[in-house]
Nanobody
């Protein structure tokens, strides 16, 4: 059974940092690319960052380039999202995502709120 469990969200002031984690189980983690998405209130879910199986290639939404870093530890079956210089517009629920064959899998999400 595929399971993705996010953690690390919270309330942070503008300019602050958070590190999100996504613990994966139920599939061969090292063989699958992973992504982070986010959904702000009243908006659709959008891609934040993605990383290939060995972490050699990463991609970012333009709005987070230079501030966020995605990484993975295949020994721990975990993908991370380091978020620096956070802005109020980064406020959203952040979701971990994996595609296995024809299926999309999502975690339950973790809330990130950036506010003074």
């Amino acid at each position: 059974q595929v399971k993705l469990v996010e953690s690390g969200g919270g309330l942070v002031h503008p300019g602050g940092s958070l590190r999100l984690s996504c613990a994966a189980s139920g599939f061969t983690f090292s063989s699958d690319a992973m992504s982070w998405y986010r959904q702000a209130p009243g908006k659709g879910r959008g891609l934040v960052a993605s990383i290939t199986t060995a972490g050699g290639t990463t991609n970012y939404a333009d709005s987070v380039k230079g501030r966020f870093t995605i990484s993975r530890d295949n020994a721990k079956n975990t993908v991370y999202l380091q978020m620096n210089s956070l802005k109020p517009e980064d406020t959203a629920v952040y979701y971990c995502h994996a595609v296995l064959g024809p299926y999309n899998y999502w975690g339950q999400g973790t809330q990130v709120t950036v506010s003074s």
